[in-house]
Nanobody
């Protein structure tokens, strides 16, 4: 089970840090992780991904340079630091995990095995 948290209301230009904690299984170095988001009336879209070891990352063009994905395998958690937030970043953010036998990042939602319940992020003045 994955639990996402850290969402909230923030003004444009502000920052938020999302967390994703795993329970019932160990992320360790076996699961690649990703963050996705879904705005009202839109499809779920890729935001960021990190390899099981943390050495590889990938970002959507829309968040590159503003968001940073990281992981703490010792604490069984993954994070998404979001800076310079824009109104168009408003969405429900989901974390996801995929068991991987090799290093790599996964950017397609249907390739993930586990999903968190989502945390709301609203960017508005």
């Amino acid at each position: 089970q994955l639990q996402a948290s850290g969402g909230g209301l923030v003004q444009p230009g502000g920052s938020l840090r999302l967390s994703c904690a795993a329970s019932g299984f160990t992320l360790g170095s076996r699961y690649a992780m990703g963050w996705f988001r879904q705005a009202p009336g839109k499809e779920r879209e890729f935001v960021a991904a990190i390899s099981r070891g943390g050495g590889w990352t990938s970002y959507a063009d829309s968040v590159k340079g503003r968001f940073t994905i990281s992981r703490d395998n010792a604490n069984n958690a993954v994070y998404l630091q979001m800076n310079s937030l824009k109104p168009e970043d408003t969405a429900v953010y989901y974390c996801a995990a995929r068991y991987m036998r090799v290093q790599g990042v996964v950017t397609t939602p249907n390739e993930y095995d586990y999903w968190g319940q989502g945390t709301h992020v609203t960017v508005s003045s």
